[in-house]
């Protein structure tokens, strides 16, 4: 259990989803450095970007062996995963979301904002109150 009251429900510790979320905050400014095979960024996206910018991500998606460093270390304490998340959140006050997505390709920094609410909301799902 975490102290404050909750716990995690899924695979990863609160710590490993905030930095998950951190991560991902960072990369919408700074780039992915990695994209979806041409196929599905051509023919399958953009058939599904409105979909998931407005309804509520499905869990269980796996991350191809490119994005590996978007899944957050075992080790990963709360207090590094909260400074990653804050500096990120301050970033995007400031600074556009506006890298490609590997997916969805350019999208506009209202789509990223969108993505990263959507995003948020199925992670965070994961966390649920101590009974």
Partial sequence: MIEGGCEPIGNWSLAQIVDHLGDTF???????????PWFARTFI????????????????IQLPKKAQKFLPPADVT??????????GLARLEHELPVADHPFFGKMASEEWMQLHLRHCELHMSFIVPKE
């Fill in 45 to 60: 996206a953009p058939f599904l970007k409105n979909s998931v910018l407005i309804k509520p991500m499905k869990p269980g």
């Fill in 26 to 36: 960072h990369a919408s400014i700074d780039g992915m450095a990695y994209k979806a």
């Fill in 78 to 87: 709360l207090d590094a995963a909260l400074e990653k998340v804050r500096s």
